[in-house]
């Protein structure tokens, strides 16, 4: 099964940065095209950022300018370099493939203070 572990969450100042790290399992991780997704309670997940596997990027319109998406596929890895963060910020973070959606790990918490 293919299974998606976030990390590097945590509690920042506004202005602040963290780099959220996604390891990835079971797929064929250099021909996948993986997002950044983020949740609060009450709202639905919402789109943060992706990477494709020719390494090109898109981000929402919400952190453009401020945040970073890469992959190292040596690694298995995704990354979300996160700066210039504001209250807003705050959520779980996941990752996943694009298209199709794999199951959803249990995402990293990053909380921006005021």
């Known amino acids: 099964q293919v299974q998606f572990v976030e990390s590097g969450g945590g509690l920042v100042q506004a202005g602040g940065s963290l780099r959220l790290s996604c390891v990835a399992s079971?797929?064929?991780?250099?021909?996948?095209?993986i997002g950044w997704y983020r949740q609060t309670p009450g709202n639905e997940r919402e789109y943060v950022a992706s990477?494709?596997?020719?390494?090109?990027?898109n981000y929402a319109d919400s952190v453009k300018g401020r945040f970073t998406i890469s992959r190292d596929n040596a690694k298995n890895t995704v990354y979300l370099q996160m700066n210039s963060l504001k209250p807003e910020d705050t959520a779980v973070y996941y990752c996943?493939?694009?298209?199709?959606?794999?199951?959803w790990g249990r995402g990293t918490q990053v909380t921006v203070s005021s």
């Open positions: 996943n493939r694009r298209r199709p959606y794999d199951i």
């Open positions: 079971g797929l064929v991780f250099r021909f996948a095209d």
């Open positions: 990477i494709r596997s020719d390494s090109s990027t």
